[in-house]
């Protein structure tokens, strides 16, 4: 077995101190103030994009959102960029200056958008979830469980190896005995209470990062006040359990209807 520290100097001892440092960045780094507010046409762009799409869906008599969901949408789009920009280049720091964006949530957001697209604009997407709501009548409609599932894993591993990047950026250092402890439960966790369905057919990547959101403001909110780590354990427990049960709820409820 190896420490984290072992791991560390074997790290040095292969890659330049500067590849070291640079790779740190990922978690602790932030754009510059400027960056940031230019890092807005991006979400201008989306707006844009948005509108448009409704406005031709609606001219060809597809279903699309009515003109006013669409300009609401959009600006709350907006109004959430800007209040995300400005809350991170708030300065954050004591003894020195900490401002801009995060480098990790480039990360996040950009996972966010190509696995929705992925699931949601492909044939891959759709089969996705229609496995996951009856493998049986997907099976005899012709998809191809087996290629669709190995394809689902290889998908969720590779999503999991850019989490373990960012977390080894974090702390600098990985131990090669890290077994993941409570991280597998708060990724479940995460997905649960953000709406995503243990039974299947229902769930959004974006319900990950809401979910995560909740998770990490129980975390952060909990530890600044000084509780314990099984207290923080006990009540995301609950909020997980909370969740399931209104999960289970509504189903059974649907399958009366």
């Known amino acids: 077995m190896y420490s984290g520290t072992d791991v560390t100097k074997s790290a040095r001892s292969y890659f330049p101190s500067e590849t070291v440092v640079e790779s740190c960045h990922i978690a602790s780094g932030n754009l510059s103030p ?107 409609g012709g998809v191809n469980l087996a290629r669709i599932r190995t394809l689902a894993f290889m998908l969720a591993s590779f999503t999991a190896g850019i989490g373990g990047i960012v977390y080894a950026s974090r702390l600098r250092s990985v131990s090669t005995s890290y077994d993941g402890g409570t991280l597998v439960l708060y990724a479940v966790a995460a997905a649960v209470i953000g709406g995503t369905s243990l039974f299947g057919g229902r769930g959004k990547v974006l319900h990950g990062v809401l979910g995560g959101v909740v998770i990490a403001t129980i975390d952060n909110g909990m530890g600044l006040q000084g509780y314990s780590a099984p207290a923080k354990y006990v009540v995301t427990a609950l909020v997980l359990v909370a969740a399931v049960t209104i999960d289970a709820v509504a189903r059974r409820r649907r399958s009366r209807t």
């Open 34 to 140: 400027v960056t940031s507010w230019i890092l807005m046409v991006v979400v201008g762009a989306f707006s844009t994009w948005t509108w448009l799409r409704d406005a031709r869906r609606r001219n060809t008599g597809l279903v699309a959102p009515p003109a006013s969901v669409s300009a609401l949408k959009i600006a709350a789009v907006l109004a959430a960029g800007v209040a995300i920009v400005w809350l991170c280049n708030t300065d954050r720091g004591t003894l020195v200056e900490i401002s801009g964006v995060p480098w990790v949530l480039l990360v996040v957001l950009g996972v966010l958008a190509a696995w929705t697209l992925l699931l949601g604009r492909t044939r891959f997407g759709r089969y996705v979830y229609a496995i996951g709501g009856n493998a049986g009548a997907a099976r005899r």
